[in-house]
């Protein structure tokens, strides 16, 4: 995005710095010094025809951020002061606004630059926080909201024992990333599409499914857990809910009630959050780290595409696309295959699968910016959630949890992890049934839910830290 701030007075833009300076409890020299770090991809401030234009970009390849846990920084550059900032709120960025309109009108001799403080007032509206109507999602068990249990049979606790009121469908312990971003519009909670019972679509609608991958596994879900519901079925199933919805809508009564509104299609969020499940296919098949990235990847990225703009013909307009996680960091994937010691890192991880992680982003995230050049009228966020995932295993501690790596509930093994006896497992011991796949007392302690979800504690806190992010969702990214 670009704010153009009217700068008549101001004929050079030199970068420099400043010393350390708090500003609502933003340290502004650690931020400077963070950002210099990855200055090539960190936001730039150039100056045009007497504008300024400060623009806001989204690092494509870095791990580090001006905030670790934060999807977006700005770095402000006016005639020799150099001020680098992360926008925690509007709010936030306005109380900057002010502080630059103090320090040019005490600072400068002429008081004429007070000109140049009204034309940083006058940000007050040009963006306005986002807000949705509807949200519409796709993805896999990251934001399956019972789509998986829908179709063939619902997951039983204790997956859902931190849920409010009951079980609903999600393998976690309770809410989702997507249930928070729900809960930040006001929205209810996404009904699954697959669901007939109880559904109510008229905020949106959810066609995740756990197992999905973005491709088609010519396989059977009763044999390898994979979802035949691919993100190409799940745009097909979407592009049918758009049309027959409106059909069905216009009958008036509950339907106009049940099912949303013809323009709630093009103002709503459009979430995904799919890729993990397709990297771990090809690695559970054996193929080695370098066949996947070099011949799956590409393909996974171009099928991608596909959907996204298949969405887009549709209506959809404003996307909101996680990047994976560290799947290096989860027990189903490091348990799969033996691996040598020198594969893990300091954290406990297994590097070369997350390096695979970290090339599927990469890929994905050129795939963003050629999408936001082809969709022209589309407002797309890339979202790092691998950065902030790879944080709390990295600093459980610090983050509240005292288990990284080991599962919360499970059974038996370093991890508390047994893909043969999972979270939920029950036997038979004389004639009666005993649960043996049982969860910790304690799983807001806990990153990992079953090895290979996140807790809701862990997702509250990614969730945190991609929110001020949400807010901005409907305005255009630079390419």
């Excluded at 990855?38 to 100056?47: N, P, R, Y």
């Excluded at 795939?367 to 944080?391: C, F, G, N, Q």
Aim: glycine residues 8%; contains cysteine.
């Amino acid at each position: 995005m670009s704010v153009m701030i009217p700068l008549p007075l101001v004929p050079h833009i030199i970068g420099a710095k400043i010393v350390g300076m708090d500003l609502d409890g933003v340290k502004f020299q650690e931020m400077i010094q963070k950002c210099n770090m990855f200055a090539d991809d960190a936001v730039k401030t150039v100056q045009q025809r007497n504008m300024v234009v400060i623009m806001i970009f989204v690092p494509a390849s870095t791990e580090m951020r001006c905030n670790t846990f934060m999807v977006r920084s700005i770095k402000v550059t006016f005639d020799h002061h150099q001020f680098c900032i992360n926008p925690l709120s509007y709010l936030t960025f306005l109380s900057i606004l002010h502080y630059l309109l103090f320090f040019f009108v005490t600072n400068m001799k002429s008081i004429i630059y007070s000109l140049f403080a009204l034309s940083l007032l006058s940000l007050s509206s040009a963006h306005a926080q986002c807000h949705f109507p509807a949200i519409f999602n796709f993805g896999d068990s990251n934001s399956d909201t019972g789509g998986l249990s829908a179709a063939f049979g619902q997951v039983g606790p204790p997956h859902g024992i931190s849920f409010p009121g009951s079980p609903a469908g999600r393998y976690c312990d309770g809410r989702l990333v997507i249930d928070f971003i729900a809960e930040s519009f006001g929205l209810p909670y996404l009904s699954p599409f697959l669901d007939s019972v109880g559904s109510n679509f008229s905020y949106g609608a959810n066609f995740a499914t756990a197992g999905s991958p973005i491709r088609a596994v010519n396989t059977t879900f009763r044999r390898t857990g994979y979802s035949p519901f691919s993100l190409d079925v799940q745009a097909v199933q979407f592009s049918n809910f758009h049309n027959r919805s409106q059909t069905v809508r216009s009958r008036g009564g509950i339907y106009a009630k049940m099912l949303p509104e013809a323009n709630s299609f093009s103002k709503a969020l459009y979430t995904i959050d799919i890729g993990q499940n397709d990297l771990t296919a090809g690695y559970f098949a054996k193929k080695t780290v370098q066949e996947i990235g070099t011949t799956d990847v590409p393909e996974l990225i171009s099928q991608f595409k596909t959907a996204v703009t298949n969405i887009y013909k549709e209506g959809g307009r404003y996307f909101w696309i996680h990047n994976t996680g560290p799947i290096g960091c989860l027990a189903y994937v490091i348990e799969w295959f033996p691996l040598p010691e020198s594969d893990f890192d300091a954290h406990g991880c297994a590097s070369p699968l997350n390096h695979l992680a970290q090339q599927f982003n990469d890929a994905l995230s050129q795939a963003v910016t050629e999408l936001r050049a082809s969709l022209s009228e589309a407002a797309i966020t890339y979202v790092d959630v691998y950065s902030i995932k790879y944080e709390l295993f990295a600093h459980a501690q610090e983050h509240g949890f005292s288990k990284s790596l080991v599962s919360c509930c499970g059974y038996g093994g370093k991890y508390n992890y047994n893909r043969k006896t999972g979270c939920g497992k029950k036997i038979i011991v004389d004639g009666k049934e005993v649960l043996i796949g049982k969860s910790c007392d304690e799983p807001d302690k806990a990153i990992v839910w079953d090895g290979i979800h996140f807790t809701q504690a862990a997702n509250k806190i990614i969730f945190d830290k991609i929110a001020t992010g949400l807010s901005m969702a409907c305005h255009k990214q630079l390419l």
